[in-house]
């Protein structure tokens, strides 16, 4: 992972770790849904305690930085976009700032510029509600609960489906995934959609999707 260390600086070395992830999350050299190395492998690497990545490891997840699945790994957390997030919206504020003003210089008032927004946004949600999706998890009702919450998100018409049930793929499932713009799945299960669907070349999204209480009571 290039990770450096400097060992006569006085930081704890698990801070250096935790504060060099922070900083390649940041630059978009770790994004989310990537896996990270190990405890044992990182460890290995930077030739350190295993106990210090795991502080580190832990320290990340604490403040939802990084999210762990048993048996799958340690991904980068869709929390951790926060930076990205409230970045974008310092550049979104500015080009709204532009075409205000140059809306102005072309005669229209503040009202009329609000209709012709509200037309435009209504516009790209009757899109989306056009576009197809797949979404992907290993059980049906967890696929289902978490379809419904991303339809009902995002506007996208989207298609429950079992992970298993991708690898071997039936006429049925084929035509929905060709009909459909993308595949999204929880992070852990991005690998494996991949690699199951890697003949479609579909766009493979990876989410972190956190059920509600009505959520967990319906699937039980």
């Known amino acids: 992972m290039n990770i450096k260390i400097d060992r006569s600086s006085g930081i ?3 801070k250096q770790i935790k504060n060099e992830i922070i900083d390649k999350i940041k630059n978009g050299e770790l994004k989310i849904g990537t896996k990270m190395p190990t405890e044992r492998d990182l460890a290995k690497e930077l030739n350190i305690s295993r106990n210090t990545i795991s502080t580190a490891y832990n320290s990340l997840e604490q403040e ?10 340690t991904f980068v957390a869709e929390e951790a976009k926060t930076w990205e997030q409230n970045n974008n919206k310092t550049k979104l504020f500015k080009m709204i700032d532009l075409d205000i003003e140059e809306a102005f210089e072309m005669g229209f008032d503040a009202d009329e510029f609000m209709e012709i927004v509200q037309e435009r946004v209504k516009e790209k949600e009757e899109l989306f509600k056009k576009t197809n999706a797949i979404f992907v998890e290993c059980n049906i009702e967890q696929a ?8 009902e998100g995002t506007h996208l018409n ?5 992970l298993s049930s991708l690898e071997n793929r039936n006429e049925n499932l084929n035509n929905t995934l060709n009909n459909s713009s ?3 799945a929880t992070f852990n299960h991005v690998n ?24 967990i009571v319906k699937i039980a």
């Open 12 to 14: 704890p070395i698990y």
């Open 64 to 73: 939802g930085i990084l999210v762990s699945y048993q048996g799958r790994g």
């Open 144 to 151: 289902k609960e978490f379809a419904k919450q991303l339809s």
């Open 158 to 162: 989207v298609t429950p489906v079992v």
């Open 182 to 184: 993308i595949i999204i």
């Open 192 to 215: 494996d959609v991949k690699n199951f669907t890697s003949d479609l070349h579909k766009d493979v999204v990876g989410v972190a999707i956190n059920p509600s209480l009505e959520t």
